[in-house]
Nanobody, 115 residues
Framework: QVQLVESGGGLVQAGGSLRLSCAASGSLFSSNTMGWHRQAPGKQRELVAVITSGGSTNYAASVKGRFTITRDAAKNMVYLHMSSLKPEDTAVYYC?????????WGQGTQVTVSS
């Protein structure tokens, strides 16, 4: 089993920055993909950014150039560095890990961007 615990959400003004953290624990394999998804009220959950164990990254078009995903393999951590935040970035952000064709999710952390 895998557990994911997010932290770092909160309230920020438009144009500000936040860093989300996610700690993974449990039965982890060295080869996996970690990332972040988000879900705004009334909308479907969407991919924000992912990073493979090899360091390859992929971003949603809406966040490219503003968000950066990084990971610390030694600590089993993944981070989402968010800058130039916009009100439309307001959502619950979920940490995600995929290994051996199984997806795991954290409980989510709220990010609210005020205009």
């Amino acid at each position: 089993q895998v557990q994911l615990v997010e932290s770092g959400g909160g309230l920020v003004q438009a144009g500000g920055s936040l860093r989300l953290s996610c700690a993974a624990s449990g039965s982890l394999f060295s080869s996996n993909t970690m990332g972040w998804h988000r879900q705004a009220p009334g909308k479907q959950r969407e991919l924000v950014a992912v990073i493979t164990s090899g360091g390859s990254t992929n971003y949603a078009a809406s966040v490219k150039g503003r968000f950066t995903i990084t990971r610390d393999a030694a600590k089993n951590m993944v981070y989402l560095h968010m800058s130039s935040l916009k009100p439309e970035d307001t959502a619950v952000y979920y940490c995600y890990l995929n290994q051996i064709y199984t997806a795991y999710w954290g409980q989510g952390t709220q990010v609210t961007v005020s205009s």
